[in-house]
Structures are given as structure tokens and as C-alpha cells.
């Protein structure tokens, strides 16, 4: 079984400073993660994703997420936000083995908001 | 290259009556399919995922259905819509499980 939850439905940030934006996972085998971004009315696109290499992992538009696997998180970071970021981002989990292989699961979102 | 088409776009029916989206796949082989469904405020509902062709697996009861019928197209229907139909459907594939997975443009959904 796998799920996904991310901690905040929203996140309101000043432009210019810390965006982080919580993920939280469970998998029965070793999970493979992304987030991805959706703006108004658009298709999502992928940010990073992390596949059991690198437990830090950076994305475009200077994002980058950290794989822990001790606190089952995979939370997304950047160091100054854009007025740009205003979107919703998506934690999805998946498996590559089990009975959920090939499924993919979503958090539930969390809408960014930058203000200026 | 890779590409995924996804349609119609845009859809506007009434209640009662039938539903067919379709997504199709170009530049790879045996794909992983999804349909996601996003209601309005929601997050991204898995519908179905198709693993190969004629395997299909449904997350959600509901009056909708899909099918494989070729290697690189996953089709969405239903027979009668109910207004809790609407929202916005996304079709995805992936080369495998724990690869990139990539989406359609969506097709916006509004049962009247």
C-alpha cells in the first residue's frame, strides 16, 4: 500500500523569502517520489523527482526536495520565493513493485501563495 | 519524441447522457496509462491505471469505465453521466512505475 500527505493545503510567503512545502509518504517498497506544479487552468509539470539516487534532489526553477527516509518526508524547499511559484504543487508516491505497482498517488495539494 | 493527446478539451453535457474521452501515446511502447480526475478545490483523484493492454485497474467505484484497446490509447467512458461527473480529467503515461510521469492538457468536463 502506499499514500501520500502533504501537511499544509496552504502556504502564503512574502516574494523574496523561504518557500517549504511539506510531504509526507508511507510505501511498502522502496517508493519512487516527484512533485509537480500546476498553474491556473494549466496541465502539470513535473519539478524534480527522486528515484533512489541522491537523497537530495534539485529541480528547475530553483527548487529542490530532500529525501528522508527516516521521517518518510520528502519536503520541497526554495530559497527565495517568486512571484512566479503561485501555483499548486502535487507530492506524488509510486512503486516499482507490490500490488500498487505501476500506481501513482497524489497528495492532496498545497496552494502557494506569493505575495509581493 | 514523445507526445500524449488527450480529447476533447473541452465538453459540455447533460445529465443522462454518454461520456468518451480519449488519450493516445506516441513515440514509446507499452506505456503506464492513468486518468486522474481534479473536482474544483481537490486534489488529483486516480480513476484508473492500466499497466498493459486489457489490464485495467479502478481506484474509485463510479459510473465511469476504461479500456486499453491498443498499446498506446486508454479511453474514459461512462453511460449515463451524473452531475458529480464534472471536473477536469487528466491522462498520463509513464515508461514503467518510478519513471517521469507525463500528462495531458486535460479535458474540462461540465455535466449541465
Known amino acids: 500500500a502506499q499514500s501520500v500527505t502533504q501537511l499544509d493545503s496552504h502556504v502564503s510567503v512574502s516574494e523574496g523569502t523561504p518557500v517549504l512545502l511539506r510531504c509526507n509518504y508511507s510505501?511498502?517498497?522502496?517508493?519512487?517520489l516527484f512533485w509537480y506544479v500546476q498553474h491556473p487552468n494549466k496541465g502539470l509539470q513535473l519539478l524534480l523527482k527522486?528515484?533512489?539516487?541522491?537523497?537530495l534532489v534539485k529541480g528547475i526553477n530553483g527548487f529542490e526536495a530532500e529525501f528522508k527516509k527516516s521521517e518518510t518526508s520528502f519536503h520541497l524547499t526554495k530559497p527565495s520565493a517568486h512571484m512566479s511559484d503561485a501555483a499548486e504543487y502535487f507530492c506524488?508516491?509510486?512503486?516499482?513493485?507490490?500490488?500498487?505497482?505501476?500506481?501513482?498517488?497524489f497528495g492532496q495539494g498545497t496552494i502557494l501563495t506569493v505575495h509581493p | 519524441s514523445q507526445t500524449i493527446h488527450q480529447w476533447p478539451a473541452t465538453l459540455v453535457q447533460p445529465v443522462g447522457s454518454p461520456l468518451s474521452l480519449e488519450c493516445t501515446v506516441e513515440?514509446?511502447?507499452?506505456?503506464?496509462l492513468y486518468w486522474y480526475r481534479q473536482a474544483a478545490g481537490r486534489g488529483l483523484q486516480l480513476l484508473f491505471y492500466?499497466?498493459?493492454?486489457?489490464?485495467i485497474s479502478s481506484e474509485v467505484p463510479q459510473n465511469l469505465s476504461a479500456s486499453r484497446p491498443q498499446d498506446r490509447q486508454f479511453i474514459l467512458s461512462s453511460k449515463k453521466l451524473l452531475l458529480s461527473d464534472s471536473g477536469f480529467y487528466l491522462c498520463?503515461?509513464?515508461?514503467?512505475?518510478?519513471?517521469?510521469?507525463?500528462f495531458g492538457e486535460g479535458s474540462w468536463l461540465t455535466v449541465v
Open positions: 510505501s511498502s517498497y522502496s517508493p519512487s
Open positions: 513515440g514509446t511502447s507499452n506505456p503506464n
Open positions: 527522486y528515484t533512489s539516487a541522491a537523497t
Open positions: 492500466s499497466v498493459g493492454i486489457g489490464q
Open positions: 506524488v508516491v509510486t512503486n516499482a513493485g507490490g500490488t500498487s505497482y505501476g500506481k501513482l498517488t
Open positions: 498520463a503515461w509513464a515508461q514503467g512505475a518510478g519513471n517521469t510521469i507525463y
